[in-house]
């Protein structure tokens, strides 16, 4: 993976009637990265990612994509991009619809139609081609989308929240594909609010909410970062005083118990090694106790508020 910027952005700034959707941004994404935009529905992933396609403009601030700025790269031949309304035409058939979005990035007819074939059968939709598109259902139109996005074979593939109306099958043949490409040298830059996505497919990522960017790095160091503060903990039977210990509010800032397992979260101030030390003096047996790395869902949560949910499947596109 490269370090130079296949996207810059400095200092962006973005307003919407009053509203500031995105706000002093600072994002930089590395060649051949898989990267993940990740925030709750309203945070300003989407108007980040339209700013980066040249859709709409920064108030202030830069936009660099492929080294180049506001030079009409939203109509690129360099960029695939799965916005997260999607937009097909309804009455065309599949193939038809197919060879012309390649054809407008550039690609001729002959190789448009034999790239789809390809692309139509390993998505199990080769049966399908001569269809026209209102008879596919959600989740079939969703992969033609993403065909038509990755056909034209783009350096830089833009997926806003790309797993929309799948099924887990069809989810994970998209993660499979995505890491494909990426090893193939390919730029992915993928926004998502679904934390287990990212964590098992991205190489960094960029946590925003409210517009504002509350983290970024590589998921590794992002953990690394957050590491030393969360206890797993099971004992064989309860014991008396245990609840209490995990309630201490000098150790412990959050538990999440579940009968005779808990998940802690210490204070900046504690030390683990006392909470081991006071399950021994209580007489507790320990099966478990681990000093873990949080998961990206715990970090999220841990910077943007309890109360983002990963259950949320739409975002407010107009100031997003």
Known sequence: MSENPVVHMARVTKNFSGHTAVKDLELNIPEGAIYGLLGRNGAGKTTTIRMIMNIILP??????????????VGRGRGIGYLPEERGLYQKMQVMDLL??????KGVSAPIARRRADAWLERMKLSDWRDKRI????KG???????ISTVLPDPQLIILDEPFSGLDPVNTQM?????????????TI????HIMDHAEK???????????EKKADGTVASLRKQHTGRHVVVSVEQQVDGIRDLFTDKKLVKKADEYGRYAELEMTKEADPQ???????????????FEIAEPTLHKIFVDLVGSDAKEGDQREDTRVA
């Open 59 to 72: 108030d202030l601030g830069t936009v660099r994509v492929f080294g180049r700025e506001g030079d009409g």
């Open 99 to 104: 060879q012309f979005m390649a054809e407008i």
């Open 274 to 288: 006392k909470v081991l030390l006071e399950l021994i003096r209580l007489g507790a047996r320990i099966s478990k």
């Open 140 to 146: 079939m139109q969703q992969k033609i989308q993403f």
């Open 201 to 211: 497919l991205c190489d960094s990522v960029c946590i925003i909410d409210h517009g």
């Open 189 to 192: 830059l993928f926004s998502t």
């Open 134 to 137: 209102d008879s596919l259902s």
């Open 174 to 186: 998209i993660k499979d594909i995505v890491l494909e490409l990426a090893r193939s040298g390919k």
